[in-house]
């Protein structure tokens, strides 16, 4: 089984210390969820294991491997990221955009019939076969989020770690999302993301890592991680978890 | 718009390519008939065909597909639909460092020196551009260097013109910066080619790279484009590429920012295809203005370079009201 890890990795920008020896194990086959405060390091944490930054100190590690001395094409072939505010430069059609996912595939000679196919069975797993021909300019949001979506699955990577997945998007393309994360875990792949809704992290995640003032506060299965106690000192509120008809509930009463 | 079919674009291009350097060829103050072509040992008007129609016509192919290239590839790297050598100050940079040598007098006897240092300009130019878009660049930023890089070079123009020793240099100085294709011959052929062929040769393995960036660079490296190698491919590219132009014929503007844009739609926005079309757009672009100043009746003949910043301005000024729209 795949490992994406850590050890004793400190980011510091500008001297400020933005993650200070984080050391993790993640394992492959499971929905990782990374919840925290504004500022708690998520986002630099995932790019660290994504491979796009480069820590200060301490490396990030897939199954023993340093990912900063990993070849970026080899790298992306098994790590698929999706970034918090995705950019998309120009006015091109969906397909194109989702496309773009596999880059690290392609060689000299151009897509072949299986990259056709990923892309393919990228979008029917996204949903989004209706905007295949769309400019993505013409999409909404939402729309366009599922596409991106698409894209990082379009490479069919062993892992996938994305950055605020489902902010943006209407509560039926959450659980959709949702459940697509869910299906690609159980499928095998690593599913890593950072979410603010924590309702929707104890739902959706095998394990919830709490991160506070740029360490590791909490790292449970979701029945244990997201205590009154631990809220209390991650994000400095009073709240309290709930059983509601749909799942667990958390209640933020207010401000600690 | 929906793209088009890739071989129809290219179809399309080479044939106005073609019509276009027969008509570059015949048409001048000297109309040259075809049965010339018959009987090219015979009639005096062959000399001006071939001496003087058909590198001019070879160059116009040559610098147009430079910097239509060079344009797209800027675009593309800055996500930036007004870049392009010219706005961003290369072309201006290249520019400076040929007029160091015409002031110091050295091409009268080192012919290379003039490419040499248009090209080490140009690249003086990127590299301060790279530098500034390392991490956060946004559209802004790289207008803004440009602007730097367009009044820094101005500036070292001026003061070459105002301490140049003697009424010549200032005249040579003044024709050269204005950007023509008159009057070149077989040897800027020489001079050019080469270098615009490796230039060239650079941005076009930069496609792929350039492609994953419209996913933004953090995008772009996410999925496994070296953004280091994309930039050295890049500023040595348009650093040949632009500044052998430049070298061989002055500062040609606009070309660069008119043709990517016009044939983006075409190719369904995607950089990397948009290479190529550029290379040969580029080439009909500066074709059909060198003819078209041939043409102009006037005493003297139009500046290419001159007519360009005339007909480019306004297209630029266009470009920005759109994209104000888009950004606001």
Same mark, same amino acid.
């Given at each position: 089984?795949?490992?994406?890890?850590?050890?004793?990795?400190?980011?510091?920008?500008?001297?400020?210390?933005?993650?200070?020896?984080?050391?993790?194990?993640?394992?492959?086959?499971?929905?990782?969820?990374?919840?925290?405060?504004?500022?708690?390091?998520?986002?630099?944490?995932?790019?660290?294991?994504?491979?796009?930054?480069?820590?200060?100190?301490?490396? =990030?590690?897939?199954?023993?491997?340093?990912?900063?001395?990993? =070849?970026?094409?080899?790298?992306?072939?098994?790590?698929?990221?999706?970034?918090?505010?995705?950019?998309?430069?120009?006015?091109?059609?969906?397909?194109?955009?989702?496309?773009?996912?596999?880059?690290?595939?392609?060689?000299?000679?151009?897509?072949?019939?299986?990259?056709?196919?990923?892309?393919?069975?990228?979008?029917?797993?996204?949903?989004?076969?209706?905007?295949?021909?769309?400019?993505?300019?013409?999409?909404?949001?939402?729309?366009?989020?599922?596409?991106?979506?698409?894209?990082?699955?379009?490479?069919?990577?062993?892992?996938?770690?994305?950055?605020?997945?489902?902010?943006?998007?209407?509560?039926?393309?959450?659980?959709?999302?949702?459940?697509?994360?869910?299906?690609?875990?159980?499928?095998?792949?690593?599913?890593?993301?950072?979410?603010?809704?924590?309702?929707?992290?104890?739902?959706?995640?095998?394990?919830?890592?709490?991160?506070?003032?740029?360490?590791?506060?909490?790292?449970?299965?979701?029945?244990?991680?997201?205590?009154?106690?631990?809220?209390?000192?991650?994000?400095?509120?009073?709240?309290?978890?709930?059983?509601?008809?749909?799942?667990?509930?958390?209640?933020?009463?207010?401000?600690? | 718009?929906?793209?088009?079919?890739? #071989?129809?674009?290219?179809?399309?291009?080479?044939?106005?390519?073609?019509?276009?350097?027969?008509?570059?060829?015949?048409?001048?103050?000297?109309?040259?008939?075809?049965?010339?072509?018959?009987?090219?040992?015979?009639?005096?008007?062959?000399?001006?065909?071939?001496?003087?129609?058909?590198?001019?016509?070879?160059?116009?192919? @040559?610098?147009?597909?430079?910097?239509?290239?060079?344009?797209?590839?800027?675009?593309?790297?800055?996500?930036?639909?007004?870049?392009?050598?010219? !706005?961003?100050?290369?072309?201006?940079?290249?520019?400076?460092?040929?007029?160091?040598?015409?002031?110091?007098?050295?091409?009268?006897?080192? #012919?290379?020196?003039?490419? @040499?240092?248009?090209?080490?300009?140009?690249?003086?130019?990127?590299?301060?551009?790279?530098?500034?878009?390392?991490?956060?660049?946004?559209?802004?930023?790289?207008?803004?260097?440009?602007?730097?890089?367009?009044?820094?070079?101005?500036?070292?123009?001026?003061?070459?013109?105002?301490?140049? #020793?003697?009424?010549?240099?200032?005249?040579?100085? @003044?024709?050269?910066?204005?950007?023509?294709?008159?009057?070149?011959?077989?040897?800027?052929?020489?001079?050019?080619?080469?270098?615009?062929?490796?230039?060239?040769?650079?941005?076009?393995?930069?496609?792929?790279?350039?492609?994953?960036?419209?996913?933004?660079?953090?995008?772009?490296?996410?999925?496994?484009?070296?953004?280091?190698?994309?930039?050295?491919?890049?500023?040595?590219?348009?650093?040949?590429?632009?500044?052998?132009?430049?070298?061989?014929?002055?500062?040609?503007?606009?070309?660069?920012?008119?043709?990517?844009?016009?044939?983006?739609?075409? !190719?369904?926005?995607?950089?990397?295809?948009?290479?190529?079309?550029?290379?040969?757009?580029?080439?009909?672009?500066?074709?059909?203005?060198?003819?078209?100043?041939?043409?102009? #009746?006037?005493?003297?003949?139009?500046?290419?370079? @001159?007519?360009?910043?005339?007909?480019?301005?306004?297209?630029?000024?266009?470009?920005?009201?759109?994209?104000?729209?888009?950004?606001?």
């Amino acid at each position: 089984m795949s490992i994406l890890g850590c050890a004793d990795l400190s980011v510091r920008i500008a001297d400020k210390a933005i993650l200070t020896s984080v050391t993790l194990s993640i394992e492959a086959g499971k929905v990782t969820t990374i919840v925290g405060p504004n500022g708690a390091g998520k986002s630099t944490l995932l790019t660290c294991l994504a491979g796009l930054r480069q820590p200060t100190s301490g490396m =990030a590690t897939l199954d023993g491997l340093a990912l900063a001395s990993m =070849a970026p094409r080899k790298r992306a072939r098994r790590l698929a990221f999706l970034p918090q505010t995705p950019e998309i430069a120009w006015s091109v059609e969906g397909r194109t955009l989702i496309e773009l996912g596999r880059t690290p595939f392609v060689g000299a000679r151009g897509p072949t019939a299986e990259d056709r196919a990923a892309v393919d069975r990228a979008m029917a797993a996204a949903r989004v076969a209706p905007f295949e021909r769309r400019i993505v300019d013409t999409l909404s949001g939402g729309e366009r989020a599922r596409v991106l979506i698409a894209r990082a699955l379009a490479g069919e990577p062993e892992w996938l770690l994305a950055d605020e997945p489902l902010t943006g998007l209407d509560p039926a393309h959450q659980l959709d999302a949702a459940a697509l994360f869910r299906q690609l875990a159980e499928s095998g792949v690593g599913v890593v993301l950072t979410l603010h809704d924590l309702s929707m992290a104890l739902r959706l995640s095998d394990r919830i890592i709490v991160l506070a003032d740029g360490g590791v506060l909490g790292d449970d299965p979701p029945a244990a991680a997201l205590t009154p106690d631990v809220l209390r000192r991650a994000y400095g509120v009073e709240a309290t978890l709930t059983q509601g008809p749909g799942g667990p509930l958390i209640d933020v009463i207010g401000r600690a | 718009m929906r793209p088009i079919n890739r #071989p129809l674009l290219y179809a399309v291009l080479t044939a106005a390519l073609v019509v276009l350097s027969s008509i570059s060829l015949i048409a001048g103050k000297v109309w040259v008939p075809w049965d010339v072509w018959l009987t090219p040992d015979v009639d005096p008007r062959w000399a001006i065909v071939f001496e003087l129609r058909l590198p001019r016509t070879i160059l116009a192919i @040559v610098v147009g597909a430079a910097l239509g290239l060079s344009g797209a590839v800027l675009q593309g790297y800055t996500r930036n639909p007004l870049a392009d050598p010219g !706005v961003l100050g290369v072309s201006s940079m290249a520019a400076l460092g040929a007029v160091l040598t015409l002031y110091y007098g050295v091409t009268a006897f080192a #012919p290379w020196a003039l490419p @040499v240092a248009a090209i080490s300009g140009a690249l003086v130019g990127v590299a301060v551009l790279m530098l500034l878009s390392g991490s956060a660049s946004s559209l802004v930023t790289f207008i803004l260097a440009g602007a730097i890089l367009n009044i820094l070079s101005s500036a070292g123009v001026s003061l070459a013109l105002s301490m140049a #020793p003697n009424p010549w240099a200032v005249n040579e100085i @003044v024709d050269w910066l204005m950007g023509s294709l008159a009057d070149r011959s077989f040897e800027e052929v020489r001079m050019a080619l080469p270098l615009v062929v490796i230039g060239c040769g650079l941005l076009l393995t930069t496609g792929r790279a350039l492609d994953a960036l419209t996913l933004g660079d953090v995008g772009a490296r996410s999925l496994g484009v070296s953004m280091s190698a994309t930039r050295w491919s890049l500023a040595l590219g348009v650093a040949l590429a632009a500044g052998a132009s430049v070298a061989v014929t002055g500062v040609i503007g606009f070309v660069g920012l008119v043709t990517p844009h016009l044939l983006r739609p075409l !190719v369904g926005a995607r950089p990397g295809a948009l290479l190529v079309p550029s290379i040969l757009g580029g080439a009909v672009v500066v074709l059909a203005g060198d003819i078209l100043v041939r043409l102009t #009746p006037a005493a003297n003949e139009v500046k290419l370079g @001159v007519a360009m910043a005339a007909l480019g301005a306004p297209f630029f000024l266009v470009l920005l009201l759109r994209l104000r729209r888009k950004i606001a």
